[in-house]
């Protein structure tokens, strides 16, 4: 009884009664094409199936059979044995790729997200569509560079805690970057110095309104004379490299950066874990040969072919770009004053008192101070007024008060006799 019973789909009950009607001389093969949406040579094979087979040669011979190309019980439960051992919180598509390049084992993408699924180990995520105005991209690779560091568990407690000083192209999503324990003046230096030497001065930098970026305090006399606005340090060895600093005023707006930050915080961190990476400048080496893999699976082609990254001009001096520089004035005892320290210029002139002279502060503790374009000689020396004293411990002793009775003879008696007889009970 079983047998007699053919399931079809509401497709195919469609298509048998035009086949029907067809083979009824009701309607043409090319009218019967039409209306189910095949070819005349299809219509003419299924007229043909139904004469011999009936009505069952409408549904497809491969119904209910198994796939030719399933895998077989044994590969799904090692793959599966895998993926709960080693890859349980890896995404599908990163987890197809380890499975090839560690387990030489070949698997879509599909498969291991299926496997997964059946494990418990993946669920389906629906990601909430947020709108935003969208940017196009800049049409040449080096018109803009977003830049920013990004705060994560990059070692998952192997290590100490360190910051990804990341760049990403606008055009071309291109990846460049460098771990540092904080972010701030010095790894953005350090970064955007090693950033230039490989590509060349972009044309502009997006960065966010961090300090180390953006400062909220007003600008100085000088700045003021010059006409410009307050700047910090990074801004300030940007504008002297002759870079553009645009400011973002969302994490949004350089979505481009954070959506790079997302795929590595996922897939650099698995890559470390599986290199078992434990330190700051293991980190560092991993860098040098992850990340051009991660560009060429994950950066685009410009839409236009030409580079608009500069090179570096021979004769500039980064040493004195990439620094902490500020202005100080002469005293007339050719005295300088920095950061609480004090320095003696050596073979002083009376052109000197009272004028101002530059001051660059290496990262390395060096210092230079520059006057008239040339570089002065110096010692430190110490300030004898401020020198500390040693300090003398002082105990407060903290006397008992007593009641003050006065005597009987004390003038405030003789107008309050009748206070003497108390006052001589309380002296007993």
Same mark, same amino acid.
């Given at each position: 009884m079983r047998e007699d019973i053919i399931m079809m789909s509401k497709k195919e009950v469609e298509r048998l009664k035009i086949i029907h009607k067809v083979m009824d001389k009701q309607l043409t093969q090319v009218e019967g094409g039409k209306l189910v949406k095949l070819s005349e040579r299809q219509v003419r094979r299924l007229v043909k199936a139904v004469r011999l087979k009936g009505e069952a040669g409408i549904v497809h011979g491969n119904r209910g059979r198994a796939s030719?190309?399933?895998?077989?019980?044994? /590969? %799904? /439960?090692?793959?599966?044995? &895998? +993926?709960?051992?080693?890859?349980? #919180?890896?995404?599908?598509? @990163?987890?197809?790729?380890?499975?090839?390049?560690w387990d030489g084992i070949r698997v879509s993408r599909e498969k291991v997200r299926q496997i997964m699924m059946a494990k418990g180990v993946w669920k389906v995520h629906r990601r909430k569509k947020d709108v935003? $105005?969208?940017?196009?991209?800049?049409?040449?690779?080096? %018109?803009?560079? $977003?830049?920013d560091g990004s705060d994560h568990d990059w070692l998952e407690g192997r290590g100490p805690e360190i910051v990804f000083m990341g760049y990403v192209d606008d055009a071309t999503s291109d990846v460049f970057g460098r771990f540092y324990d904080y972010e701030?003046?010095?790894?953005?230096? #350090?970064?955007?110095?090693?950033?230039?030497?490989?590509?060349?001065?972009?044309?502009? +930098?997006?960065? #966010?309104?961090?300090?180390?970026?953006?400062?909220?305090?007003?600008?100085?006399? /000088? !700045? @003021?004379?010059r006409g410009e606005w307050a700047k910090?340090?990074?801004?300030?060895?940007l504008g002297e490299l002759g870079v553009e600093v645009i400011h973002a005023h969302s994490p949004q707006a350089k979505g481009r950066i954070e959506r790079a930050f997302g795929t590595l $915080? #996922?897939?650099? +961190?698995? %890559?470390?874990?599986? !290199?078992s990476i434990s330190t700051k400048d293991e980190a560092n080496l991993f860098l040098e040969t992850y990340?051009?893999?991660?560009?060429?699976?994950?950066?685009?082609?410009? &839409?236009?072919?030409?580079?608009?990254?500069?090179? @570096?001009?021979?004769?500039?001096? @980064?040493?004195?770009?990439?620094?902490?520089?500020?202005?100080?004035?002469?005293?007339?005892?050719?005295?300088?004053?920095?950061?609480?320290?004090?320095?003696?210029? !050596?073979?002083?002139?009376?052109?000197?008192?009272?004028?101002?002279?530059?001051?660059? !502060?290496?990262?390395?503790?060096?210092i230079d101070f520059r006057f008239n374009g040339r570089y002065l000689k110096f010692r430190e020396v110490r300030d004898h007024k401020k020198e500390e004293k040693p300090k003398v411990a002082i105990v407060m002793v903290k006397r008992e008060r007593r009641k003050y009775i006065p005597p009987a003879n004390h003038p405030w008696r003789k107008h309050n006799p009748s206070l003497h007889h108390n006052c001589y009970l309380e002296r007993i």
């Open positions: 030719p190309r399933k895998m077989a019980e044994r /590969d %799904e /439960d090692r793959i599966g044995a &895998l +993926v709960e051992e080693r890859y349980s #919180d890896f995404g599908p598509t @990163l987890a197809s790729e380890k499975l090839m390049e935003h $105005q969208w940017r196009e991209r800049k049409a040449h690779f080096g %018109e803009m560079v $977003q830049m701030g003046v010095y790894p953005a230096m #350090d970064s955007f110095r090693r950033y230039i030497r490989r590509y060349g001065l972009p044309s502009s +930098v997006y960065i #966010d309104k961090h300090s180390t970026y953006k400062t909220s305090r007003q600008p100085d006399t /000088d !700045e @003021l004379l910090t340090q990074f801004e300030r060895a $915080q #996922d897939r650099l +961190v698995k %890559e470390m874990r599986l !290199e990340l051009p893999k991660h560009n060429k699976r994950f950066a685009k082609p410009p &839409l236009r072919p030409s580079d608009f990254h500069k090179p @570096l001009p021979k004769r500039m001096n @980064l040493e004195e770009i990439f620094c902490l520089k500020g202005t100080r004035t002469i005293n007339n005892g050719y005295i300088i004053k920095w950061k609480s320290r004090m320095f003696a210029v !050596e073979n002083p002139s009376i052109a000197m008192k009272k004028r101002k002279v530059e001051v660059m !502060e290496h990262f390395d503790g060096k």
